[in-house]
């Protein structure tokens, strides 16, 4: 198991409470992408490429009725929460359409996936997290269909400061230096990063053997409230980096952070970020 697939595994249930929803609408605007592959291919096959909770395998399910999907991630906790949301919020006759896999994006076929079987692709908020992006495009392009589409969002270089996670991050980095006690190991492995921009995006793909590539920068907007800002950090976003701390230590920097959210006005909980998105084909004369 890797660094990653283990991460996901242990935070899957946080991930469905405070994460999931806040990339949701991001995510399924990659289906309106993948829509003139379907319109031209009723029951096509649709890859879902690191599906974690399953959010668009569920909605490509529900939004075309024939269809087969196969969400595919490497986290066997994420892919659990992805069977249980499946199972219960589908129909049967759309919950036998959806197949979920274990495996990685960068060698799909030996998740049983076969090569040009694919018709099109999607990807939400997963290539930024591979070690090396180029064979995770390679193993995408390897199981499309010549003629098949990928779709795919990332986040792009960093934003606008946020003032919720400046006030966690002054909130540990100041709790750990007056306690004299180490500062958490950042956890999670080697990843490829974000993208930078649409201009790198379409290099990318170029350069991975895609053709006909289309990129542009949307804006990730989600307005928090207190509650939930909280959450995403202490629950899911830097969990990891509390549980390093001791019992003690970690009372304390919660108490720090809380005090610094109690002060920032409304609008400061409202997230702006960027992204980088776009859909490519296979060459069918390949």
Same mark, same amino acid.
Request: charged share 20%; net charge negative.
């Given at each position: 198991?890797?660094?990653?697939?283990?991460?996901?595994?242990?935070?899957?249930?946080?991930?469905?409470?405070?994460?999931?929803?806040?990339?949701?609408?991001?995510?399924?605007?990659?289906?309106?992408?993948?829509?003139?592959?379907?319109?031209?291919?009723?029951?096509?096959?649709?890859?879902?490429?690191?599906?974690?909770?399953?959010?668009?395998?569920?909605?490509?399910?529900?939004?075309?009725?024939?269809?087969?999907?196969?969400?595919?991630?490497?986290?066997?906790?994420?892919?659990?929460?992805?069977?249980?949301?499946?199972?219960?919020?589908?129909?049967?006759?759309?919950?036998?359409?959806?197949?979920?896999?274990?495996?990685?994006?960068?060698?799909?076929?030996?998740? %049983?996936?076969?090569?040009? +079987?694919?018709?099109?692709?999607?990807? +939400?908020?997963?290539?930024?997290?591979?070690?090396?992006?180029?064979?995770?495009?390679?193993?995408?392009?390897?199981?499309?269909?010549?003629?098949?589409?990928?779709?795919?969002?990332?986040?792009?270089?960093?934003?606008?400061?946020?003032?919720?996670?400046?006030?966690?991050?002054?909130?540990?980095?100041?709790? /750990?230096?007056?306690?004299?006690?180490?500062?958490?190991?950042?956890?999670?492995?080697?990843?490829?990063?974000?993208?930078? +921009?649409?201009?790198?995006?379409?290099?990318?793909?170029?350069?991975? %053997?895609?053709?006909? /590539?289309?990129?542009?920068?949307?804006?990730?907007?989600?307005? *928090?409230?207190?509650?939930?800002?909280?959450?995403? *950090?202490?629950?899911?976003?830097?969990?990891?980096?509390?549980?390093?701390?001791?019992?003690?230590?970690?009372?304390? /920097?919660?108490?720090?952070?809380?005090?610094?959210?109690?002060?920032?006005?409304?609008?400061?909980?409202?997230?702006?970020?960027?992204? /980088?998105?776009?859909?490519?084909?296979?060459?069918?004369?390949?």
């Amino acid at each position: 198991m890797t660094e990653m697939a283990a991460r996901y595994d242990l935070r899957a249930r946080s991930y469905g409470r405070c994460w999931a929803p806040v990339l949701a609408p991001a995510a399924l605007a990659l289906l309106d992408a993948v829509e003139p592959v379907i319109a031209n291919a009723p029951a096509a096959r649709l890859l879902d490429a690191g599906t974690g909770s399953g959010t668009l395998a569920i909605a490509a399910a529900r939004r075309w009725p024939l269809v087969r999907v196969v969400g595919l991630d490497i986290s066997a906790g994420m892919l659990a929460l992805a069977r249980a949301a499946a199972d219960a919020t589908l129909a049967a006759d759309d919950r036998v359409r959806i197949s979920l896999v274990e495996g990685s994006v960068a060698a799909p076929e030996a998740a %049983g996936l076969g090569l040009a +079987s694919i018709d099109a692709a999607v990807s +939400s908020f997963v290539l930024h997290l591979v070690p090396d992006r180029a064979p995770a495009l390679a193993g995408l392009r390897s199981v499309l269909r010549p003629g098949g589409m990928l779709a795919l969002v990332v986040w792009a270089a960093e934003g606008k400061p946020w003032a919720i996670e400046a006030a966690f991050n002054a909130a540990l980095a100041e709790t /750990v230096a007056r306690r004299g006690v180490p500062a958490p190991i950042p956890a999670g492995g080697t990843r490829a990063g974000p993208i930078g +921009s649409a201009v790198t995006a379409r290099a990318e793909l170029l350069d991975a %053997g895609f053709a006909d /590539v289309e990129a542009w920068e949307p804006v990730l907007h989600h307005p *928090f409230d207190r509650a939930g800002a909280r959450a995403l *950090f202490v629950e899911y976003d830097r969990a990891a980096d509390l549980e390093q701390l001791s019992p003690v230590v970690r009372t304390a /920097v919660l108490a720090a952070f809380d005090a610094a959210l109690e002060v920032l006005p409304d609008a400061a909980f409202t997230w702006d970020a960027p992204l /980088v998105a776009a859909r490519a084909f296979r060459p069918r004369d390949v």
